[in-house]
Structures are given as C-alpha cells and as structure tokens.
C-alpha cells in the first residue's frame, strides 16, 4: 500500500519560512516523479514544484520561483519543499504527490498524501 505522509505545515507570519516533509513508503520512490501541489479555499489545485527521480530536473510555478526550493533523498525516501518569504496567497493545503510523467499536471500523478495546512499571516 502506497503511503505519502506530509508534515511541517503551520501558521506563521508573512515574510516567514516553513519547510514541508513527504515520507514516502510502499513505493520505488526512486523511479518517480514526485512533486507539490496546493489548495486554497474554494480554488483549484494547483502545480507548485516538481522534481525528477534522480533530482537532475526541477519545475516551479512562476508565483514561487526564487521562494521555494524543492529536493529530494531517494535514500531516506523523502521530499522536502523549503518555502522561504512566504505570502498570504501561499496560504493552501499542500499535498504531495507521486507520478510518472508530465510533472506539472496533477492528473498525471498516480499517488497523492493528505495534505498538510500552511497559513501565512499578514
């Protein structure tokens, strides 16, 4: 059974940094795609960034490019998203999510956590 597990989330102040967990287990984390997406009250889910199975590629949503700093341990099965000045419109539940292909379209991704809420204060 494929399991996503995201943490870190939390309230904190405009201007302010949070950094987000995923732990990943019953999957060949290794071989994904694996990427964040977000959603705010009463709005779409959308793409935030993404990371290729070996690292060697990184996507980022053009609202948090030079904020957010996605990685990867293929070892301890694990991505991180290290969110730095964040914004109230950052505010959203971020979810995690696993797939093969086309890493900026939610649709594509095959396994996704429960998300973990992000609130952003001004």
């Known amino acids: 059974q494929v399991q996503l597990v995201e943490s870190g989330g939390g309230l904190v102040q405009a201007g302010g940094s949070l950094r987000l967990s995923c732990a990943s287990s019953?999957?060949?984390?290794?071989?994904?795609?694996v990427g964040w997406f977000r959603q705010a009250p009463e709005k779409e889910r959308e793409f935030v960034a993404a990371?290729?199975?070996?690292?060697?590629?990184?996507y980022y949503a053009n609202s948090v490019k030079g904020r957010f700093t996605i990685s990867r341990d293929n070892a301890k099965k694990t991505l991180t998203l290290q969110m730095n000045s964040l914004k109230p419109e950052d505010t959203a539940v971020y979810y995690c999510?696993?797939?093969?292909?086309?890493?900026?379209?939610?649709?594509?991704?095959?396994?996704w956590g429960q998300g973990t809420q992000v609130t952003v204060s001004s």
């Open positions: 990371i290729s199975w070996n690292g060697g590629s990184t």
């Open positions: 019953g999957l060949t984390f290794s071989t994904y795609i």
């Open positions: 999510a696993a797939g093969r292909t086309y890493p900026t379209t939610a649709s594509r991704y095959d396994h």
